[in-house]
């Protein structure tokens, strides 16, 4: 489901695949070929998320933004994430360094 939130719709390619029980929600750009399995939440509360492309989303995982009014950012942190492009988020891994990459700042 694709939930418009803060005046923001998500935006996303039309080659990504997303399930239809997934949740898109608010300030969410999601790439090309990427992957949004089943039961997956991403959710801006304001401040964007940015999924590159060929990013598999497994399912049960959620990404949420940081900052806005409701959940302020770190401070020294920029506002907004990044999930960089070719990796795997799992809401579970034995080994977080090789399937996860979040990043604060934009890819260079």
């Known amino acids: 489901m694709i939930f418009s939130r803060n005046g923001c719709a998500p935006r996303i390619d039309p080659?990504?695949?997303?399930?239809?029980?997934?949740?898109?929600?608010?300030?969410?750009?999601?790439?090309?070929?990427?992957?949004?399995?089943?039961?997956?939440?991403i959710k801006s509360s304001g401040q964007f998320i940015n999924i590159a492309n060929h990013v598999v989303v497994f399912a049960n995982s959620v990404i949420r933004s940081i900052g806005g009014t409701a959940r302020p950012a770190f401070p020294g942190r920029e506002s907004g994430s990044y999930v960089g492009g070719a990796v795997m988020c799992?809401?579970?891994?034995p080994d977080w360094t090789s399937l996860l990459r979040v990043d604060q700042r934009p890819p260079p």
Not at 29 to 36: H, N, V
Not at 90 to 93: A, D, K, P, Q
């Open 15 to 41: 080659s990504a695949k997303v399930a239809e029980s997934a949740q898109i929600i608010g300030n969410v750009t999601i790439g090309e070929y990427t992957l949004i399995d089943d039961n997956v939440v």
């Open 90 to 93: 799992s809401h579970w891994s």
